[in-house]
């Protein structure tokens, strides 16, 4: 699914918050923002639809050359710095702005997944990337974030799915790469039981969309 951001106007939240989804490719995100996004106009509840990266011009440009140029060699630091930028132009031209005028907004992943790729699993330090997310939304963090955890096992099998749109270079890692990948999602998420919320990806995606709907209603109450 190709994210723009996608905006609408109907009625706007009380306040504005903002949802992250977070998991391996493959665990079913795309599917799970379909629905959603078809249950919040079904409701008219104001939202955006965005992602990261690429929620902004300059953002795809740096999506294009992270998953789009496998000619170049970027280490893993230069990487960490190039979604930095993404974030920070992202926080300050989509989603600040849209919280603050009451919308929901919906992103396509945030900073749990730079520091669980490029901190933990590429070894640049948790720390150091959190240091730097927290710099780029100027101290702003998802109200939820809903995380599809999957077995690295099955990334493969999913990934190489003919029927699934853009591909990340990230597909091909190793298994052990996904492993880490995974723990780093698990620790954050029993570092912040508050905001990261696990849901099993391998239920059917209706189990799933359920699941997540009772969160966000939990959440706007």
Sequence with gaps: MSIAPTETGNKPVSKGQ?????????????TQLA?????????????????????????????????????????????????QADRA?????????AIEAGKLVISDRCYDSSIAYQGAA?????ELV?????????????????LLDLA????????????????????AESLSFHQ????AFLALAQNHPERIKVIDATQTPEQIHHQIIALIQALRA
């Design 18 to 30: 903002f949802i992250s989804f977070e998991g391996l490719d493959g665990a079913g995100k795309t």
């Design 180 to 183: 880490r990948l995974r723990e």
């Design 130 to 146: 959190e240091q730097l997310s927290l710099i780029a939304t100027a101290g702003r963090s998802p109200d939820l974030t809903i």
């Design 35 to 83: 629905l959603l996004q078809r249950w919040l106009e079904q409701q008219r509840i104001s939202y955006v639809l965005t992602r990261e990266p690429g929620g902004t011009p300059l953002g795809s440009e740096l999506r294009h050359l992270l998953f789009g140029r496998s000619d170049l060699a970027i280490s893993p630091l230069a990487e960490a710095f190039l979604f």
């Design 152 to 171: 690295p096992s099955q990334v493969h099998v999913r990934t190489h799915d003919e029927t699934r749109g853009e591909h990340s270079r990230f597909d």
């Design 122 to 126: 590429q070894g640049v330090g948790i």
């Design 89 to 97: 132009q992202h926080f300050a031209d989509v989603i600040v702005p």
